[in-house]
């Protein structure tokens, strides 16, 4: 990729080891005479009114640095460990030195390179622990008590006694945007280095603006891709207007500022610069203009309103920026700007179907069939890598990105989530069939069925494990509960049939949340639509599954801890977790789950009491609630529905089983033994 934190960037402060003299020592010349003779001491160069100072000779059997008690008794000191007047005294008081300040700065030094390599190994050790082929070999050798040490050493990071640069991967250096080589248009243009100011009012410092674009790359822009990375990254470097402009580069650090951690010592408030970047965008941006950088930028804004909990206004940027598109059409899109067109109309698609899936909406339309069977690389993009990036100077993980062909199965996906949302909130849409609904889930099925084997069964390698093609399946399983939901409380449905279907799906989901994505990235970095899944998985065990099914899975109550766990990390950053966070404790405290107030408020950091507004509500999802209307999509079905699903419903998978994981209440004695967690195991682990 084309992104790293170029070194020279980053603000220099004197070193520690620096042993050059104290200011005002300059006019004083040291005489070393001795009754032997010696030369002269040289006066020539002593500074005008300085007088020469003639320093005592001191014996071989004194040293200059005196241990503790010696300087306290002002006496001589042989500088032996114990000195002879510490070994001669009765007691057993220990003796000591004080580090002469000239050397005592390069033990610093020395400390601090050791202590930053040691944490170093330890962060390596982690991200080994949370990868499933290297995790049980490296908890043995800690059990087994073997050193950070020698188990980075293992894992191929370096010692501490090794000079030079630690690595984490074989891979080569990541590249800072600033030194991008990327040349998409043949070497006649101006490859003079950009600068931050020249793009940016708001900072002219290259290491925050390094910064930011590295956490945009690393977590929104495999998700939600809006733009040709390559292309950006060139114009950027180059300083052309073709794929970069100001309100652009403004946006993409204004999103990535949510994303930045911020620390006690820093002296930069990113929420403060946040703001400034989008005020910036907000002030510069022309509605007239159809400048494929413009309708980016209102992209981005819709990413940056949603994570403000401004969701009516992010709704708005989503239109302007999905109708300046289609106003713009592709004629006269040349070879050379199609990959770029391609990226951008998908990425309007999915966030269009991805945001109408959540807020229960019709979605817009993007047309862009003309660019199906054009090939733009995406080859490239499956090899180019993925780095594991969340601080400045940290060194990260990397895997090959899969970004190509996650982003063509994820169109795959969205095209079926699509029609199925349109379907389901088109107002006057003919009524719903039985066979709709079938239909739709044996797409889905067949689309889970049917993927690459590179990301298919990400579960076997580390590197797949990747937190877009983590966040796909987790679209995936919320795509098909958002499908059969509204089945469950349908009059005269015989719900037994999909029962074990939403279970499998919800638990699946929670699963991928919770031992995959949280427990590798965490879940401060997931976007904003991911949480919406959060809350749905959670709100669908709540409602249908409290008991949950014995022996595994999630029941209510730790679904809901794990949906407000998951919220709350979110909420470091994106101001909409907290809403979102709080509808989830009214569903707990609906359902009658109980909340620790003492763990809420340690957790949260305020009262769990307190409630947000219906504006807060609208603002977050632009509705009164998050729940999926289930009433209003039954008015949609026809009246022959639950007939018509009894009569074709097995010919897809749905059969009306013996048994039923709802735990809606006390299950009988004969239910509860036949119904045993291998058999609710071989069910999750069905395609």
């Not at 005479?33 to 014996?59: D, F, H, L, M, Q």
């Not at 180059?238 to 500022?257: E, G, K, P, Q």
């Not at 969205?414 to 079938?438: C, D, F, G, K």
């Not at 669908?540 to 679904?559: E, H, I, T």
Request: proline share 5%; charged share 20%.
């Amino acid at each position: 990729m084309y992104r790293a934190i170029a070194p020279s960037a980053v603000s220099s402060r004197p070193a520690l080891g620096d042993d050059s003299l104290p200011a005002g020592s300059q006019g004083y010349q040291s005489l070393s005479g001795s009754a032997s003779g010696s030369n002269p001491p040289n006066t020539t160069s002593a500074e005008p009114g300085c007088i020469p100072i003639k320093r005592r000779r001191v014996p071989d059997s004194v040293t200059r640095n005196a241990c503790l008690r010696c300087k306290k008794s002002r006496a001589k000191c042989d500088g032996k460990k114990p000195c002879k007047r510490c070994a001669s005294r009765k007691d057993s008081s220990e003796c000591i030195y004080e580090s002469h300040t000239r050397h005592a700065k390069k033990d610093l030094v020395d400390q601090i390179k050791e202590l930053t390599t040691k944490e170093r190994l330890a962060d390596q050790i982690i991200q080994a622990l949370c990868t499933e082929d290297q995790a049980p070999e490296t908890l043995s050798r800690l059990r087994s008590g073997e050193t950070y040490e020698t188990i980075g050493s293992w894992l191929g990071g370096s010692s501490l006694e090794e000079d030079g640069e630690f690595e984490l991967d074989s891979s080569p250096p990541r590249q800072s945007i600033f030194d991008s080589q990327f040349d998409p248009r043949g070497p006649d243009v101006d490859n003079s280095n950009a600068t931050a100011s020249q793009w940016s009012l708001v900072t002219s410092d290259p290491a925050i603006i390094d910064h930011l674009f590295q956490l945009y790359f690393a977590w929104v822009h495999p998700v939600h891709t809006l733009f040709s990375e390559g292309h950006f990254v060139d114009s950027y470097q180059r300083r052309s207007s073709l794929y970069c402009s100001t309100i652009l580069v403004d946006a993409i650090c204004a999103m990535a500022c949510h994303l930045h951690s911020a620390s006690d010592r820093e002296r930069v408030d990113f929420v403060q610069l946040g703001q400034e970047f989008s005020d910036a965008v907000r002030s510069g941006i022309d509605s007239e203009d159809t400048s494929i950088t413009t309708i980016q930028a209102f992209a981005i804004m819709y990413l940056i309103g949603s994570a403000r909990a401004e969701a009516l206004r992010a709704t708005s940027y989503l239109k302007i920026a999905t109708a300046m598109l289609s106003k713009k059409g592709y004629l006269g899109v040349d070879d050379s700007s199609q990959e770029v067109w391609i990226q951008t109309s998908r990425g309007l698609q999915n966030l269009n179907s991805e945001w109408a899936q959540v807020t229960f909406q019709v979605p817009s339309t993007v047309q862009y069939n003309h660019f199906e069977n054009i090939d733009y690389g995406k080859t490239k993009l499956d090899e180019a890598r993925w780095y594991f990036y969340r601080q400045p100077h940290s060194h990260c993980l990397a895997w090959p990105g899969l970004l190509g062909i996650t982003n063509h199965q994820k169109s795959k996906l969205v095209s079926i989530i699509h029609e199925v949302t349109t379907r389901m909130y088109a107002p006057n849409s003919a009524p719903i069939q039985a066979r709709h609904i079938l239909n739709y889930y044996s797409r889905f099925v067949a689309w889970r069925t049917e993927l690459p084997s590179s990301i298919r069964n990400f579960g076997t390698d580390s590197s797949q494990a990747l937190p877009h093609v983590l966040a796909l399946f987790i679209l995936y399983e919320n795509a098909v509960v958002h499908l059969l939901r509204p089945l469950m409380d349908i009059d005269g449905f015989p719900i037994s049939t999909i029962e074990e279907t939403i279970w499998k799906h919800t638990q699946s989901g929670l699963c991928l949340l919770d031992e995959h994505y949280r427990a590798r990235y965490t879940c401060r970095y997931q976007t904003v639509l991911q949480m919406f899944a959060v809350l749905h998985f959670a709100d669908v065990v709540v409602r249908y599954f409290p008991g949950g099914v014995q022996g595994y899975g999630k029941d209510g109550p730790s679904a809901i801890e794990f949906g407000l766990e998951s919220l709350a990390e979110s909420r470091e950053g994106f101001p909409v977790a907290g809403a979102l966070l709080e509808m989830l404790q009214k569903t707990a405290r609906e359902s009658g789950i109980r909340l620790d107030g003492n763990q809420l408020r340690e957790r949260h950091g305020r009262s769990s009491a307190r409630s947000y507004r219906i504006d807060d509500v609208v603002d977050a999802c632009t509705r009164h609630s998050y729940v999926q209307p289930s009433g209003e999509i039954h008015h949609r079905y026809s009246p022959t529905f639950c007939a018509d699903w009894k009569l074709d419903a097995a010919a897809f998978g749905f059969h009306e089983p013996p048994l039923s994981p709802r735990g809606h209440g006390p299950r009988s004695t004969e239910e509860s033994d036949s119904h045993s967690p291998m058999q609710v195991r071989n069910i999750l682990n069905t395609n």
